[in-house]
């Protein structure tokens, strides 16, 4: 049974994430993905869908930090364990990548057939895109760094430091989530 | 710049503060004429301080309007920049907040009045010429930009960065509860010398600079609406009926607040100053706004709406009313009780004009210019009028045309297709020759979509009443919202080829949840496969290890 425990902890910590990045997608990425959508494809949706899931600036995107929180915990329950805690959080993490990277190869190998970029449509405006969290952070890190680069030189480090936080947040979450639902309800 | 006819609009536009001083003359010195130099500083300062507005409406040689209402001067009160005539507390430090709105195409005319050459047209429009290449051509520039602007934009100068934050929350805040304005936070910036690398050892002429960026949260229609409330409701406002803004295709509505016009000089003086090291050559503001013995300080905004509407003239028309044809207006037209009110009519040369009142040349308080086909009335020296009228004949206007374009079903899902219908209608009492219709463009968009039937026809001739349509079906494979570029029409009418076009106008594909993951299984089959029946054989595992062993050795504590 410690297997299965952690298979229905990892089935329900995924169901919880894809369902919380599907369907509390935040509104500015359904702008991106209306504009996208018709040229890039139908995995236009899933790909921002798991970079909303996957790319979580703690700062700003507080809805997706409960989401993996949820789903750690849950997870953590299911699974009875620290030990099991954490490969339950991590592999739900892990699958995610896998989703995200699949949605992207679909994505480029369906955009790579069709034309250029379309026109932003009617009623809306690029500043419904720069209203999306992840862009808004990726500017706000962006701009100090093009001062810089006015010297000369391209802080390479600052430039993926908070790339990597991003990354890396979602990873801590779930696995200190699942290993506080473990301790909540252990196994004997 | 190579000028065409529709350039008269808009330098009729940019030159409001131009116009309104000399205009302001005749009003403040009965002995001045339009003709004669006058001391511009002076006439400045009675504009700012009495306030001023101006109706200016354009026809286009199609016979549709476009129409602009602004008001410039010393903010009210309401507007919460001063409080009993001093500067407020939440607006110390700001040199600058800008409050713009567009929807509809108002936004791509605008830039077709500032001409091609203003985005990337060819180097003989001698316009601003960044690129020679068909990326920054003004299309693609309005395709990536979008039409629906809903910005504000705060500067604050020399302010604590938490100070700057917590005045810009106020004055959103005043916004909100005083006109209906909402905002979402789209950017904040701060410069400072922390935002330079320490090796550059870079001297601003500043502190610091904290730019606010937000994003409207309210309809453009509320968005007309409150920047009429933002306005001054006297004068030729009083008249105006909002609606004719808030309902026509394309619409536009901006506000330019400077809570202090010193502060915003000494800032440009402090990037023009200095041994040549500085940001923008040296003397350059200083030669731009030579402006005499006027000192500029204190507040000063410009609050603007405009609409471009539908044809409205036609070979029929004599006569154009503009606040109650182009306005809305019931009843009689007051300028300001104090300050400067102006109306302008532009018309293009197809037009003869024979006539126009309220008429007093006399005075200096109309003028026409045959030129340029525009006419220009003092309204505070004409004082209260029934309207503004222009008599014209009209024998070169075209017929009234309709132009519609209609999606049946107006949305559907992936994998369905709509029925899109164009329909030209001459609702005039000529025929018009030589009909052709084009909507062509939006399968070069998107060539994935499938499009099957008549995208384009000729007819030689469409009688009084007569109409005539091409119908085409679109499947769609993809989600998303599909831009349908403008349907195009040309059409002779007595020798002179006329032009109109449909709207752009979106198209909503959705997309179902079990249809998507559908899609993707089959798409990235037989890896979705391989990894589905991972899943599922690991799940019937451990299903049946729960019903075999109850959980064995190993149990949930209770």
Redesign the interface.
Known sequence: ?????K??GW?SAMAIILAGG?FLLPAGYNTL??????????????TLVMVNILLVNPMTNIMMIAIWGAAGFLGGVLA?TKKGAFVVGFMTWLFCLGIAG??VI?MFMTGL???T????????????I??IPLI?DV??GI??MI??M??G?LDIFSMILPLVMWVVVPIVVVIVAGILGAMV???? | MKHVYKHAFVIALMGFLLVSPAVAATVFNDSYSPAQDVEIGDLLSNILEHGAELVLANIDEEGAPQVIYGQLGIPSETLGVTTGGVLSEMYTGCIAMVLVATYGEMLEYIFELLGTGFLGGNESDGGFFPLQTEIFSMDSIMDLIGDELNMLVNVFLDVEEATSRYRMNEIKSHLTTSFGFGFSELFSLRIDESFFPPEFELQLPFQSIDVFIEQMTISDAEVIDAIFDVMNTDGFAASIDRTIFENAPAAAAGLIAVPDMDALVDLISGFTSGDGGGFIAADFFTSQFDIGNLTLEGPLAVAAVGYLGEQLLSTSSTDLDIFADLLGSTGNVVPLDSGLSAVIAHFPHTINVTSYSPEDQAHNLTYYDNATNLIFWNGTGLGTQPDYTVTFNATNLPPLISLERSFDPESCSVGESTQVTVTVTNDGDDPIANVSLVDTEFSAIYPDAGVSGSTSDNWATLAPGASQSITYTVTFTNEGRYTFPGAVLTYDYNTNVFTKDTSNQGFDVTADVVGLIQQGIADGWPYTGMILGLVGVTGIYSVLGLIRGGGGSEFYQT
């Not at chain 1, 049974?1 to 425990?5: H, K, L, V, W």
């Not at chain 1, 959508?37 to 995995?43: H, I, M, T, V």
């Not at chain 1, 309800?185 to 004997?188: A, F, L, T």
């Open positions: 049974m410690a297997f299965g425990s298979y229905f089935l599907w993905i209306q504009w996208m959508a018709p040229q890039l494809g139908n995995y236009v949706r899933p009875g699949f949605c679909q057939n069709l034309g970029l379309p026109p932003i449509p009617p009623g809306t405006s690029i500043v419904d720069l209203g808004q500017i706000g701009l100090p001062a810089g006015a010297g030189g309800r252990p196994k004997e």
